[in-house]
């Protein structure tokens, strides 16, 4: 019985000293690399950082952080921030975001509120802590700027690395009832015809990138895409919708190329809500309206259009109309 006893006593020792250790490794480990990149001209500001849930948990609470990347000129910062994992599977992290939010970029400085929001994290076991999956989950988003409120019931996103693919992701993401400012609904459907948010947003797509995604993504730059798998990308917003399909291929230079099948329903509504977003010069619409009505009686019934997107050479190409200049693919 005393040998038993023994080996109890022993065992718990030995797992309170693996969680001291490790606890107090993953502290070290954190505000070192907070160091690093205030050394790099970030800023960086928190006022405690603490690991707690001994015996089973490393819970790591940073209270009042505030990080600015002075590359991009974005700026976030929160009451607290919280990353939550088992000792025996430290490389699985749940992250937990407070209520309220603060986000600055260039464009302004905007309040970022939710009933609740969480990611999930799954790392490797390498010291990058290379992806292998990570779940993104906003419960009642709302982004409060200059230009009003953007809501949404929810919003998820999903990223997880491809088997047997190399540097390549599988990636979804899907937005519910999604509402834009009311400024800009107002402009985009003066005759209030159109529902007052998106039912639906989706993006269903294989991304292969130029490097993994790891800290570097962080701490140099982003990873960028390099070959587009688009399975689906969705909008509905009452009698309107839009669907494509396709593949594309990205240079260095973050020009694509390749094709997209664009499926559009009542898309004369779709033109003119784009005319009143800007996406389309208002001088250029008649033309592009008459063009698309040929395209539209070639492939079925008129209030409907199913035609290629062609992009090439940092072009633009729906059917046999030329629409100029093709935005770039470059993470910032």
């Not at 070192?32 to 950082?49: H, S």
């Not at 992250?95 to 302004?108: E, H, K």
């Not at 999930?120 to 999956?133: I, M, V």
């Not at 570097?216 to 730059?221: G, V």
């Amino acid at each position: 019985m005393k040998w038993l006893l023994g080996i109890c006593a022993a065992a718990a020792l030995g797992w309170f000293a693996y969680w001291f250790v490790g606890a107090s490794a993953l502290e070290r480990s954190l505000t070192a690399w907070f160091e690093d990149r205030r050394a790099e001209g970030w800023q960086v500001e928190w006022t405690e950082l603490e690991v707690r849930g001994f015996p089973n948990r490393f819970d790591t609470v940073l209270t009042e952080p505030a990080l600015a990347d002075p590359g991009t000129g974005i700026a976030w910062e929160a009451p607290f921030f919280q990353l939550l994992a088992l000792s025996y599977q430290p490389n699985k992290v749940i992250a937990v975001f407070p209520n309220t939010q603060t986000i600055s970029t260039p464009l302004g400085r905007s309040q970022l509120d939710s009933s609740k929001m969480q990611a999930s994290l799954h790392l490797g076991a390498s010291a990058r802590l290379p992806l292998q999956s990570a779940i993104f989950v906003a419960d009642a988003p709302e982004l409060s700027s200059g230009i009003g409120r953007t809501r949404a019931q929810t919003l998820r996103l999903a990223m997880r690395a491809t088997e047997g693919a190399p540097q390549t992701y599988d990636i979804g993401v899907e937005v519910l009832s999604f509402a834009l400012p009311v400024a800009i609904k107002r402009r985009l459907d003066p005759g209030e015809l159109l529902p007052a948010a998106l039912e639906t947003l989706r993006l269903d797509a294989v991304v292969r990138f130029d490097r993994d995604w790891d800290l570097d993504a962080i701490e140099t730059r982003r990873p960028q895409p390099r070959e587009i798998t688009l399975n689906e990308a969705r909008a509905a917003w009452g009698p309107l919708g839009l669907r494509a399909v396709g593949a594309l291929e990205i240079d260095d230079r973050g020009r694509a190329s390749g094709e997209l099948t664009i499926k559009a329903s009542n898309w004369r509504d779709i033109l003119q809500v784009a005319e009143r977003s800007g996406l389309v010069p208002s001088a250029f619409l008649p033309l592009l309206e008459r063009g698309l009505e040929a395209l539209a009686g070639l492939s079925g019934p008129e209030t409907s259009l199913d035609i290629p997107l062609t992009l090439r050479d940092g072009q633009m190409r729906l059917g046999f109309l030329s629409l100029g200049q093709a935005p770039r693919f470059v993470l910032r």
